[in-house]
């Protein structure tokens, strides 16, 4: 049973096997990040990491980056990783240094992201003993890693960061953690070099059998209405082109969901945009049925029109955002679900034929059988069903009566109206002047649900955003990460004002390592989502949602054009509709880090919306 | 339901707070748990006795399978395994009821391990049938402390 593997090596990196000159602890991390092609590390120093950063100003290979917040540091590790694939690298010291990346390994670890979070240690003899800055870190993230290490010999270090690499960035990817006890990175090793990887209690590709696959093309030629329902896995094994081609062979439309956002392009026929909570009403409707709209959840359901007889479930984990009540999710439908994760299989939803396997493979072997017999069935019915679903409850906003009564219009609109935006415009209009080739990141709320309606996304990697965790303040560092291994593509925050605010300090870090990230923030004083939620099942009662100067409500507060300026980022602010398309304009045509504030109100709801643990009988669209 | 799962885990660092972290991370109880190295240095079984039902069950062995250090896990069915606890219980005696405990423990091929004059040490090994009744008779005499190993299991074949 036992496994070897062999890396390949990653471009220049000199990956000679077998004993090294004589180094410090410090300086052997240091040469083997480089062995894995580390390019970029955002590290922020203190005592018990700065002898890995004195290392570390010898690298000529590695690029670190300062931030200003370890967890800026730590999201811009994940940023770089989901956009590229290759692991993030983000490092904190000690105590209050590692505990502030939890939040963002917590993130990789629910959105299966390489991360490898370093982290300093105390020396081993005060370990346990309360030291200063002393935290049990490898104790602290056991529920959030894929896998850690405490380093106890230095001699471990070469085997260990090979590992951890290649854990953290196999089968299904996830966080690790290298925790490095202070005495160690001081202690001086001959470092014996290794590329192999002995891991004999881990399978990272996982291959389906073709009887399995044979069923699957079975099982769509006996289908009526069949649905793709795909997630982040199919991004994650860059199988993206393997799915266009399936879903153009079968005629299967495809939903995703919004870690799967990409995945397919959205301005393809076929494509359902993404389902779930706030997903399009069309893409809940075919996997799931349409039902007769009910005013009282007590109503009995009344069906108007079956979903989905076939779910393929490729690369997903039924979510609960995704499913609503589980088991009226799809629920007269037969489920296939592929995944690399055999956990994933019944954890939340049952489904007649589960399959352990890598979605690239099972994808690729699933077309060579469709190319030699392919699908007779041309599912017409099925697409005039859904053509009609598209056309009934296409994604849609207006003016409200409760915008246009809002404080916004009636503090900072007198007399100009109908100049308000409403924070969707802003998306569609960014949409149409990037021409939807912009990597796009998010916080956490509405603004989030808003960016992935109506920015349509065509490439995997393309919307990056904390699902999972949903962990605000995810936004702007997230963006950082992605412009440095992008520095050639245009990267935009879309985020809240409430999600901005969490790490706003990260505009120090763009400005003075001339990142270009670019922020839009769509600012309603307010918690939209909380307030949402509020305004639907509280009866509007505000609970320490409103995020502006109760004593000046006027004023728009903070000022983030004035606090980007004293970070010597550009910045400005828009309030009407007519300023809107220039004010995007000038930020696009910026080649530095740019924050455009643009201030919406607060009493949008974002739509479609099926209230948690509901059904698509109570779609709000 | 009550399940014996049998793991094969990498000996190193942290191993047993992994495995023990699964389980309170998503609410399974362990009723017992027993850890020791095997003729490998490098591994050691792990024999956890747990409750749940058949869904539980299946994502546990599944939880435990994913931890890298996890070699191998075994979910065994009833008929399928051997199972050994082993007990050591310190029982209240007194003149009158001492020859009736070690006629108790000489029934139950247990061993009395220790004799001091106001209790005696027993130990007894045996499958969980076996060594609950035991213990069972015992409680009429006073059971003043007790320690147990925690079921071992071993598959047939």
Same mark, same amino acid.
């Given at each position: 049973m036992s496994k070897i593997k062999t890396i390949k090596k990653r471009k220049t990196v000199s990956a000679k096997a077998g004993l090294g000159r004589p180094m410090l602890g410090s300086e052997i991390l240091v040469e083997a990040l480089e062995r894995e092609g580390v390019e970029v590390i955002f590290a922020y120093p203190g005592g018990a990491s700065m002898e890995l950063h004195q290392a570390l100003t010898k690298s000529k290979q590695i690029r670190v980056i300062l931030p200003r917040h370890e967890q800026g540091g730590s999201f811009a590790a994940e940023g770089y990783a989901r956009a590229t694939g290759k692991a993030g690298v983000c490092? &904190?010291?000690?105590?209050?240094? &590692?505990?502030?990346? =939890?939040?963002?390994?917590?993130? &990789?670890?629910?959105?299966?992201?390489?991360?490898? &979070?370093?982290?300093?240690?105390?020396?081993?003899?005060?370990?346990?003993?309360?030291?200063?800055? #002393?935290?049990?870190?490898?104790?602290?993230?056991?529920?959030?890693?894929?896998?850690?290490?405490?380093?106890?010999?230095?001699?471990?270090?070469?085997?260990?960061?090979?590992?951890?690499?290649? =854990?953290?960035?196999?089968?299904?990817?996830? $966080?690790?953690?290298?925790?490095?006890?202070?005495?160690?990175?001081?202690?001086?090793?001959?470092? =014996?070099?290794?590329? #192999?990887?002995?891991?004999?209690?881990?399978?990272?590709? $996982?291959?389906?059998?073709?009887?399995?696959?044979?069923?699957?093309?079975?099982?769509?030629?006996?289908?009526?209405?069949?649905?793709?329902? =795909?997630?982040?896995g199919i991004i994650t094994a860059n199988a993206s082109d393997e799915l266009r081609r399936f879903a153009k062979a079968t005629q299967i439309p495809v939903t995703t969901t919004l870690m799967g956002i990409g995945s397919f392009p959205e301005t393809h026929p076929l494509s359902l945009r993404w389902l779930g909570m706030h997903g399009t009403a069309y893409a809940n409707w075919a996997v799931s049925g349409e039902y007769k709209h009910r005013a009282n959840t007590n109503d009995p359901i009344e069906k108007v029109a079956d979903g989905a007889d076939l779910l393929l479930a490729f690369g997903v984990r039924f979510d609960d955002r995704v499913t609503g009540k589980v088991e009226k999710f799809c629920e007269t439908g037969t489920i296939v679900h592929i995944d690399i994760d055999p956990s994933e299989h019944n954890k939340n939803r049952f489904v007649q034929l589960p399959i352990i396997s890598d979605i690239k493979y099972a994808l690729n072997r699933l077309n060579g059988m469709i190319a030699k017999r392919p699908i007779a069935k041309k599912f017409s019915t099925w697409h005039a069903q859904i053509a009609k679903w598209k056309a009934k409850a296409p994604l849609r906003y207006s003016v409200s009566e409760e915008a246009s009564r809002s404080q916004h219009i009636t503090e900072h609109m007198v007399g100009k109206e109908n100049e308000v935006i409403l924070p969707q415009m802003v998306i569609e209009m960014l949409y149409e002047l990037t021409q939807g080739e912009a990597i796009i990141t998010t916080g956490v709320g509405q603004h989030q649900m808003w960016a992935g309606q109506w920015y349509k996304f065509s490439h995997p990697r393309q919307f990056i955003t904390s699902a999972g965790l949903g962990a605000m303040g995810f936004g702007y560092p997230s963006a950082l990460g992605i412009k440095v291994a992008h520095p050639d593509k245009e990267v935009i925050d879309i985020d809240g004002d409430g999600s901005f605010l969490m790490n706003v300090q990260e505009l120090a870090t763009a400005h003075i390592e001339k990142i270009a990230a670019k922020a839009i923030i769509l600012n309603n004083q307010h918690l939209g989502m909380v307030v949402q939620w509020e305004d639907r099942f509280y009866a509007g009662n505000r609970g320490h949602t409103y995020l502006g100067d109760p004593e000046n409500m006027k004023q728009i507060y903070p000022d983030y054009v004035a606090m980007s300026k004293s970070f010597g980022v550009k910045s400005e602010r828009v309030f009407f509709r007519k300023d809107l398309r220039a004010a995007l304009q000038r930020m696009l045509d910026t080649n530095e880090p740019y924050v455009l504030d643009v201030v919406t109100p607060y009493t949008e709801h974002v739509l479609p919306f099926i209230p948690a643990g509901r059904t698509v009988a109570d779609i709000i669209y | 339901? *009550?399940?014996?799962?049998?793991?094969?885990?990498?000996?190193?660092?942290?191993?047993?707070?992994?495995?023990?972290?699964?389980?309170?991370? *998503?609410? +399974?109880?362990?009723?017992?748990?027993?850890?020791?190295?095997?003729?490998?240095?490098?591994?050691?079984?792990?024999?956890?006795?747990?409750?749940?039902?058949?869904?539980?069950?299946?994502?546990?062995?599944?939880?435990?399978?994913?931890?890298?250090?996890?070699?191998?896990?075994?979910?065994? *069915?009833?008929?399928? +395994?051997?199972? *050994?606890?082993?007990?050591?219980?310190k029982v209240a005696v007194n003149s009158k009821t001492r020859a009736e405990v070690m006629q108790v423990t000489d029934i139950f091929r247990a061993k009395i391990v220790d004799v001091q004059p106001k209790s005696l040490t027993i130990e007894v090994t045996g499958s969980e049938g076996k060594v609950e009744k035991f213990l069972d008779l015992m409680v009429g005499f006073g059971i003043l402390e007790l320690t147990r190993t925690g079921k071992a299991a071993l598959p047939r074949n």
């Open positions: 490092m &904190a010291t000690s105590g209050p240094g &590692a505990t502030n990346l =939890v939040t963002a390994i917590a993130d &990789a670890y629910m959105d299966s992201v390489p991360l490898i &979070a370093v982290t300093g240690q105390v020396p081993q003899a005060m370990i346990g003993k309360g030291g200063f800055q #002393e935290t049990d870190f490898f104790g602290m993230t056991l529920p959030v890693v894929k896998h850690s290490y405490l380093i106890t010999d230095t001699n471990d270090i070469p085997r260990i960061v090979k590992e951890a690499f290649f =854990v953290a960035q196999s089968g299904r990817p996830g $966080p690790v953690v290298i925790d490095f006890p202070k005495n160690l990175q001081q202690q001086r090793v001959q470092p =014996v070099w290794t590329n #192999e990887i002995k891991l004999r209690g881990y399978e990272s590709s $996982p291959k389906a059998d073709d009887v399995a696959l044979n069923e699957i093309i079975g099982l769509i030629e006996k289908a009526e209405r069949p649905v793709l329902y =795909v997630g982040g | 339901m *009550r399940h014996t799962i049998s793991v094969l885990v990498e000996n190193k660092f942290g191993v047993l707070t992994r495995v023990a972290a699964l389980f309170s991370g *998503r609410g +399974y109880n362990i009723d017992s748990l027993n850890v020791a190295p095997t003729h490998d240095p490098k591994t050691s079984k792990m024999t956890i006795v747990t409750r749940g039902d058949d869904a539980t069950l299946e994502q546990i062995v599944k939880q435990l399978n994913k931890l890298i250090d996890v070699i191998e896990v075994k979910d065994f *069915r009833d008929g399928e +395994y051997i199972d *050994r606890e082993l007990v050591m219980v």
